[in-house]
């Protein structure tokens, strides 16, 4: 039997009904089926075009919302059924990292309250040791300690968002939730950050879950990964198998439009790996996800 995974998203569906008077309500199917699982220590990521549902899918694994059906346990427990205390030891346990650092970090507060907050909410540590486990988490982010005293507005976008993993990583989580982390970067300093991400993730053990548009930073930053279309994962495989072989036209789509792939079509060995061009949505509310090749899934 393999371990159980840290994250386990199960049939996962999120709905918005908009009604509408005397007319039919509309209904957005954000999230549609969506499974997936991330072991301890992993890097997940969740790739898509804007609207393909990752945010929500995030909100539904977050428990900042509730889905309506589909199921999401952490280290084997449905998060959605538990109880009061066991919810607080899973808010520590699973943390958000959102794009905009600027409107999670309360721009009144010094940086050293902010990164502080999660642990006095907690109850953790004494005042001094709380001062002392500040400085480390600067330190681990990257940032000088002197920081502490800075407040927000005197941050760059870069050492704000710092501050935000900081914060996030204050109480010891064991799965960063990361929804388009470092889409307000610019390119050298998302670069930045991305690596800090992978420096992490090997020092603490942190699994993440890396909701992005950007399949550079994907390949970069992943081990496996699973692209979204219109609410539906349409193709899963580890990293170097999706950029190496997608079979998925949304994919290919994907990786042309990056720059990713029109390299390798004059490549005549990897020519094959080519999907069928014809494919649209409607195709995949229709076929399952198939089994391609060992642990490389794709509605083909
Ligand atoms: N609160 C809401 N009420 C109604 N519809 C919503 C709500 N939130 C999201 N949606 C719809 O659900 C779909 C998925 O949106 P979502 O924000 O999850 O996509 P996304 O992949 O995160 O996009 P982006 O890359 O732009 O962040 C979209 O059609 C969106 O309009
Ligand atoms: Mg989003």
Known sequence: ?????????????????????????VVTRAVDDVS???????????????????TTAARCILRLTRPTSGDVRFDGES?????????????????PVFQDPYSSLDPRRTVQ???TEPLVVHEVGTRESRRARVAELLNLVGLDPAYGARKP??????????????????LGPRLLVLDEPVSALDASVAAQIVNLLLRLRQDLNLALLFITHDLRLVRHLTTRVAVMRAGR???????LALFASPHHPYTHELLSAAGLWKERLADPDLAHAGPRADSGVG???VLPLR????AHWARV
């Open 1 to 25: 039997m393999p371990p159980r995974p840290l994250l386990h998203v199960d049939r996962l569906e999120k709905q918005f009904i908009r009604r509408r008077l005397l007319r039919a309500p």
């Open 113 to 115: 309250q902010s990164v």
């Open 233 to 239: 994962i349409v193709e899963s495989a580890s990293t």
């Open 291 to 294: 089994e391609v090749t060992p």
């Open 153 to 170: 507005h005197e941050l760059s976008g870069g050492q704000r968002q710092r501050i935000a993993l900081a914060r996030a990583l204050a």
């Open 79 to 95: 998060i959605y059924t538990m109880s009061r205390a066991r919810l607080r030891t899973l808010r520590r346990a699973m943390q």
């Open 36 to 54: 997936f699982d991330i072991r301890g220590g992993e890097s997940f990521g969740l790739v898509g075009e804007s609207g393909s549902g990752k």
């Open 283 to 285: 195709d995949d509310r």
